[in-house]
């Protein structure tokens, strides 16, 4: 069974950075197209960017745009998200999901980290 795992998670004060990660167990990690999504008290689950395969086309939602990056590492054992000028609205858990190679649904799914920013 596949196991995906996020750390980076905190609390800290608007504005400041916080850089979350994801490892999966699979051999080929850098094969699979993988995601950030986050999901907020009360809201549903949200699609927040994503990575192709290798160092592939990214995607981001709109309200993070400018302040999150996506990246994989140079081993292609981790992809990150930076997050920087942090707000108030971008507290939620944070859940990294992968896709098996040839798939187009988000197939395999971390526990999630949870990241509180304050005002």
């Known amino acids: 069974q596949v196991q995906v795992t996020e750390s980076g998670g905190g609390l800290v004060e608007a504005g400041d950075s916080l850089r979350l990660s994801c490892r999966a167990s699979?051999?080929?990690?850098?094969?699979?197209?993988t995601g950030w999504f986050r999901q907020a008290p009360g809201k549903e689950r949200e699609f927040v960017a994503g990575?192709?395969?290798?160092?592939?086309?990214?995607s981001y939602t709109e309200s993070v745009k400018g302040r999150f990056t996506i990246s994989r590492d140079k081993t292609w054992t981790t992809v990150y998200l930076q997050m920087n000028s942090l707000k108030p609205e971008d507290t939620a858990v944070y859940y990294c999901?992968?896709?098996?190679?040839?798939?187009?649904?988000?197939?395999?799914w971390g526990q999630g980290t949870q990241v509180t920013v304050s005002s």
């Open positions: 999901a992968v896709q098996r190679v040839g798939s187009t649904t988000w197939d395999y």
């Open positions: 699979l051999r080929t990690f850098g094969s699979h197209v």
């Open positions: 990575i192709g395969r290798s160092a592939g086309a990214t």
